[in-house]
T-cell receptor
Framework: KQEVTQIPAALSVPEGENLVLNCSFT??????LQWFRQDPGKGLTSLLL?????REQTSGRLNASLDKSSGRSTLYIAASQPGDSATYLC???????????FGAGTTVTVRA | NAGVMQNPRHLVRRRGQEARLRCSPM?????VYWYRQLPEEGLKFMVY????????ESGMPKERFSAEFPKEGPSILRIQQVVRGDSAAYFC?????????????????FGAGTRLSVL
């Protein structure tokens, strides 16, 4: 059974600092890994999707890396802004399945 | 092209009442998935449906919960005789039919969720 863990559970940083969010998963037989953003009381916004054959994906200030063999992914957010305050969820798609396995998330607060 | 639409956004029920959650998939999507997010936990898979068929309900509680995706209209997640432990955010996702033979390739697009509160 796939277990997805996100550390830390919460993070507070001053504006401008870089953010590093960690995600680990127990079964390396994944098809892809996604990072989502969830705002309070709102839905999920997909930020980045990394296929199992890829090592990283970038979008603007966001960069996500994937080390499938060690079961780890890291989301980097450069030069954080108060608008980056949200909960960030990591989810993996199993090898040939549709049931996404989600971590519990990291709640980020960027202080102005 | 509207995204996945869920309604209501917030639903309050008293213990013992019924809750009906609706999900309209993105246009052209024939696969629907329901997930539940309990407080302080990650989303957990509940059920996967295609039009008029339940494909996988392995994550759904055996009692009081049911789901459907009729030929016409939205997918419905129904919870009968709600209890306080049912309070959660319920998310729906949809994906297109890629014809690739690999369900993992069907990227899921999520709705905004329905937050159910049971008093």
């Amino acid at each position: 059974k796939q277990e997805v863990t996100q550390i830390p559970a919460a993070l507070s940083v001053p504006e401008g600092e870089n953010l590093v969010l960690n995600c680990s998963f127990t079964d390396s037989a994944i098809y892809n890994l996604q990072w989502f953003r969830q705002d309070p009381g709102k839905g999920l916004t997909s930020l980045l999707l990394i296929q199992s054959s890829q090592r990283e994906q970038t979008s603007g200030r966001l960069n996500a890396s994937l080390d499938k063999s060690s079961g780890r992914s890291t989301l980097y957010i450069a030069a954080s802004q108060p608008g980056d305050s949200a909960t960030y969820l990591c989810a993996v798609t199993p090898g040939n399945d549709y049931k996404l396995s989600f971590g519990a998330g990291t709640t980020v607060t960027v202080r102005a | 092209n509207a995204g996945v639409m869920q309604n209501p956004r917030h639903l309050v029920r008293r213990r013992g009442q019924e809750a009906r959650l609706r999900c309209s998939p993105m246009k052209g999507h024939s696969h629907v998935y329901w997930y539940r997010q309990l407080p302080e936990e990650g989303l957990k898979f509940m059920v996967y449906l295609q039009k008029e068929n339940i494909i996988d309900e392995s994550g759904m509680p055996k009692e009081r919960f049911s789901a459907e995706f009729p030929k016409e209209g939205p997918s419905i997640l129904r919870i009968q005789q709600v209890v306080r432990g049912d309070s959660a955010a319920y998310f729906c996702a949809s994906s297109p039919e890629t014809g690739s033979g690999s369900l993992a390739k069907n990227i899921q697009y999520f709705g905004a969720g329905t937050r159910l509160s049971v008093l």
